[in-house]
Nanobody
Framework: VQLQASGGGLVQAGGSLRLSCAAS????????MGWFRQAPGKEREFVAA????????RYSDSVKGRFTISRDNAKNTVYLQMNNLKPEDTAIYYC????????????????????WGQGTQVTVSS
């Protein structure tokens, strides 16, 4: 199982980025997906999660209203649209897949995830 995250980069505060995570898992619709991030010297934290069918989503308070998670099961890809970026959003962003979630569940707990991508760096300058 491979998760390949991409789309990170350097952006000014107030800018936008869209992260993508392409999954080799089959069928992709069997996996709940999530995004987490880790800033230097800090623990990995939850960012956003989406249920297997995309019907349910959840966000951390720090990104709610600015980030949007979505998925395209036909393309085996989950996305994280990040708008109005702030310097405190600077981190390595990881996508993760949970093979045990039921259809409508969103998974917030990082320990529930079976598979992790390699991460993509997001740097927001002030």
């Amino acid at each position: 199982v491979q998760l390949q995250a991409s789309g990170g980069g350097l952006v000014q505060a107030g800018g936008s980025l869209r992260l993508s995570c392409a999954a080799s898992v089959r069928p992709f619709s069997r996996y709940a997906m999530g995004w987490f991030r880790q800033a230097p010297g800090k623990e990995r934290e939850f960012v956003a999660a989406i249920s297997r069918n995309g019907a349910n989503t959840r966000y951390s308070d720090s990104v709610k209203g600015r980030f949007t998670i979505s998925r395209d099961n036909a393309k085996n890809t989950v996305y994280l649209q990040m708008n109005n970026l702030k310097p405190e959003d600077t981190a390595i962003y990881y996508c993760a897949a949970d093979s045990n979630a039921i259809l409508l569940t969103v998974v917030v707990d990082h320990s529930r995830y079976d598979y992790w991508g390699q991460g993509t760096q997001v740097t927001v300058s002030s």
